[in-house]
């Protein structure tokens, strides 16, 4: 079982992983040691998570923080914890309230709906593989590829995921693989190849290569 951390769960993998890097990966082997005890944490539940993906989509940290603020308030929430009908209860024009623009309100609600309807498969996720449950939440409105692999490496702490559109990670893998050049994703692919099966464990590393501060979703 993933272990309880102070302010999260932490993936019970995560030392086996950093030994298996360091010995597979000069990069690794001298990143790792650079960030101590810190480790990828998963907080709130799934829809939270997923609902907070699409406040924030195209606009910066702190905006969305303060959207996702009014937010609760307006649905009278707890901030780690939104369920779906909360948000049918509501229309798209009063989510506009709490300063969605009127796509990110449509999509909360038919994220909502796809909860609610049973149309994703949430108690079977731990038992499904990656690639399921991506086409699973690529077929909600507002959430693509890149998302629903933000969501399996941040909620479901899946320990081998590579997201390749993710525009940190390729400059992260430009900077310490490639000494700044700029790397196509094949050729990032080929560098996440010798990290498997912990292929999240060295890009979450590489992500904090470029900010030490860890990111939460």
Known sequence: MPKQ?????????????CKHLARRDRVMKKLIPQFGEARLQSRGDAFTTLARS????????????SVWDRLIALLGAPSTRVAP????????TALREAGLSLRKAEYLLDLAHH?????VHVQQWRQ????AIIEELVAI????????????????MRPN??????????KGISL????????????????GDAWAPYRSVATWYIWRSLDPLPVDY
């Open 176 to 191: 310490s693989y490639f000494s700044g050049e700029p790397v196509s994703r094949a050729e990032a692919r080929e560098v």
């Open 115 to 119: 909860f609610s309807s049973g149309s």
């Open 85 to 92: 009908a909360m948000v049918e209860a509501l229309a798209a």
């Open 128 to 131: 499904m593989d990656d690639e």
């Open 54 to 65: 699409i406040v924030g989509q195209q606009i910066s940290v702190k905006a969305a923080q």
């Open 161 to 170: 995921v590579l997201p390749l559109d993710d525009l940190g990670l390729l």
């Open 141 to 156: 409105r507002g959430i693509g590829r890149w998302t629903a692999e933000m969501f399996l490496i941040f909620h479901l």
């Open 5 to 17: 951390a102070a302010t999260g769960v932490t993936p019970e993998y995560w030392d086996e992983a």
